[in-house]
């Protein structure tokens, strides 16, 4: 069974920096898309920053220039750095991966549980 574990969140001031890790296990074949996502109070789910396997990057506009994604294939892990911190970047982040199992498989994508980042003004 394939399971998703966020870390690293907190708490940490504006300015600050925090660096976010998620690490998959289970029965894996492949991991293919990595992302990372959050969600603020009342607000829906976004797109934070993703990286495909061949370490390709896409960041939100909003965060470009402040943060950072990387993967280690090895690991099976996906790390978000977070530098210049804004009071708006506080919400729930969430990790997301499509993997496949076994060969052969489709792809499925899969949630982690989401860790909590707060950004004190």
């Known amino acids: 069974q394939v399971q998703l574990v966020e870390s690293g969140g907190g708490l940490v001031q504006a300015g600050g920096s925090l660096r976010l890790s998620c690490a998959v296990s289970?029965?894996?074949?492949?991991?293919?898309?990595m992302g990372w996502y959050r969600q603020a109070p009342g607000k829906q789910r976004e797109l934070v920053a993703t990286?495909?396997?061949?370490?390709?990057?896409n960041y939100a506009d909003s965060v470009k220039g402040r943060f950072t994604i990387s993967r280690d294939n090895a690991k099976n892990t996906v790390y978000l750095q977070m530098s210049s911190l804004k009071y708006e970047d506080t919400a729930v982040y969430y990790c997301y991966a499509t993997i496949v199992t076994s060969p052969g498989y489709s792809s499925q994508g899969y949630w982690g549980q989401g860790t909590q980042v707060t950004v004190s003004s």
């Open positions: 990286i495909t396997s061949g370490g390709s990057t």
């Open positions: 289970g029965s894996i074949f492949s991991i293919n898309y």
